[in-house]
């Protein structure tokens, strides 16, 4: 573990991949593509000098550029082509819908989308990229490498040699990069993140967890997520450690093999994802790992077990929000407490509010040099709206023990009132897993007349019986008021593509049935 110094984070992005180019060295190999190339610090720094340059004729300076793209050589590329030139990457999410993006079109002012044709085709994206042209210029990378001039050229053979003369030079404080929150409980905003703010999160993680320039880092996860942006990209690149990039985390038959063909040490993911890893991987794929990371939803029993007995792989639970660049607190290898997230990492501080109707804990607000500069909304298109006294509000219930350990307790919107009592439907669905473990389960409120609300349950199991998750609750202590009164049958439960569970389109999908 390296020590924590605020002011190694007073660096722009694209200065940070040039200081792990210097520490490394230029011929590291830094990202392995799914298609099994390769791409050394220099190379990654010279095609960004070249496709940046060509950006340049389409884009203006300052400018907010969306880049729709999976994880791939390709994204991270694009977007260290307009950190290059001082234009602002923003992360799209392919899988949203034309409504989302449009919405994100509108609130950070996006005129001008990089994509790849390949990649419209392969993920039969044709009707959504239809939609989105009439409302910005589309810009495909493959066209862009087609018309590569003389000028580019020249960028690309000097701007390794002396970044210095080519580069922008934006302040640490100043906007790095824009990501959409998920919108699993409305609709997304723009969280604004600096230099600053991603660059300190690299190595806030770095001075928590003990990483190895020999690890190889596979990530699955989109760059549209914070968690595949950071965790899986830059600070791997920022760290020393291989990248080895994969475009769904959905390819559940696959990506086992690619864990021990890249030779990957770390894997990132979410605790869904890495249960069908375990289920589907065969008996050797991910031995060689040291540990998991797992984030954005709760690491249920069943998985740590699955995973252990199969694989004997640690898995470490984190928590983070996009809001955070997005790592807030995570455990480590040496100091892994089953139950909660681990401790804040360093630099950072928390407050927790009172919660009327919850006893214990309180509503989370952090602070800290990774915690963004402020919102873009709907209401004021193009202007960040900041934090008040620089601190966010996560939104999620959590208990902090005298050590520090943070435990989730839930998201302050995921709690019914029934008869005056609080109950969490995150407890509602862990009685639901710890009975039919092998399926997914989401708790939905609906209004009552009589108690003001009642819970519903969502399941993909069919044969589901409430009778079996009241005895379970019964012999395990659980109030009956966390048994949902009805259960519903669903054929699949809906996810993001960050792999959380759509809350949104789950509630339509009951309103539905």
């Known amino acids: 573990m390296s020590q924590y110094r605020p002011r190694k984070a007073h660096k722009s992005i694209f200065a940070a991949l040039l200081r792990a180019r210097r520490q490394f060295g230029g011929k590291t190999i830094a990202i392995v593509d799914a298609d099994d190339r390769t791409f050394s610090y220099t190379e990654i720094v010279r095609a960004a000098f070249a496709l940046g340059s060509a950006l340049r004729r389409h884009t203006k300076a300052g400018e907010n550029v ?69 409302e910005v210029d589309m810009v495909y990378l493959e066209d862009v490498r087609e018309a590569l001039g003389p000028v580019d050229k020249v960028a690309a053979a000097l701007g390794p040699l ?54 190889v880092v596979f990530n699955p996860l989109p760059t549209f997520h914070c968690f595949g942006l950071t965790g899986g990209v ?43 890893y375990a289920r589907a991987g065969n008996q050797g794929d991910m031995d060689g790992l040291r540990f998991a990371v797992c984030g954005a939803e709760r ?33 480590t290898p040496d100091d892994n407490h089953f139950g909660t997230v681990g401790r804040l990492l360093p630099g950072m501080e928390s407050r927790l509010e009172p919660v009327p109707g919850i006893e214990k804990g309180g509503r989370l607000f952090v602070r800290g040099p990774n915690v963004m500069q402020g919102y873009l909304t709907p209401e004021h298109p193009g202007e960040i709206i900041p934090l008040p006294e620089e601190w966010h509000d996560t939104g999620d219930i959590v ?50 007349d009589k108690k003001g609300e009642q819970i519903i349950l969502i399941s993909d199991y069919a044969d589901a ?43 339509k999908l009951l309103k539905e049935k």
């Open 66 to 134: 969306g880049i729709l793209l999976p994880t791939g050589a390709g994204s991270v590329l694009a977007f260290f082509a307009l950190l290059a030139y001082g234009r602002v990457p923003a992360m799209l999410n392919f899988t949203a819908g034309s409504r989302n993006l449009k919405s994100a079109f509108n609130v950070a002012n996006i005129k001008t989308v990089i994509t790849a044709r390949r990649f419209i085709s392969v993920a039969k994206l044709e009707k959504l990229e239809e939609e989105l042209q009439a």
């Open 234 to 276: 830059l600070l791997p690149l920022f760290s020393g450690m291989k990248a080895a990039l994969y475009p769904s985390p959905l390819h559940v038959k696959i990506i086992p093999e690619r864990v021990r063909t890249t030779g990957a040490t770390i894997l990132f993911a979410t605790d869904t994802f890495l249960n069908r």
């Open 465 to 507: 019986d409430r009778a079996d998750l009241l005895a379970w609750a019964q012999s395990h202590g659980v109030p009956e008021l966390a048994v949902p009164k009805k259960i519903q049958f669903a054929e699949t439960i809906p996810v993001l593509g960050s792999g959380k569970i759509d809350y949104v389109s789950a509630a």
């Open 162 to 215: 002396c970044p210095f003369l080519f580069r922008a030079h934006p302040a640490h404080t100043s906007p790095g990069v824009i990501l959409f929150t998920s919108g699993t409980e409305g609709d997304p905003k723009g969280a604004v993140l600096s230099h600053g703010n991603v660059v300190a999160n690299c190595e806030q993680v770095r001075a928590h967890i003990d990483l190895r320039t020999t690890d």
């Open 299 to 331: 690491v249920r029993d069943e998985t740590r077990a699955a995973v252990k007995k199969k694989y004997g792989l640690t898995v470490l639970e984190g928590y983070g929000v996009t809001e955070a660049s997005p790592v807030v607190a995570v455990n």
């Open 399 to 448: 208990e902090i023990d005298k050590d520090g350990y943070i435990a989730i307790r839930g998201r302050a919107k995921r709690f019914a009132k029934i008869g005056g009592e609080m109950v969490s439907l995150a407890v509602v669905e862990n009685c639901a897993t710890a009975v039919w473990p092998d399926n997914q389960h989401v708790a939905i409120t609906i209004a009552d």
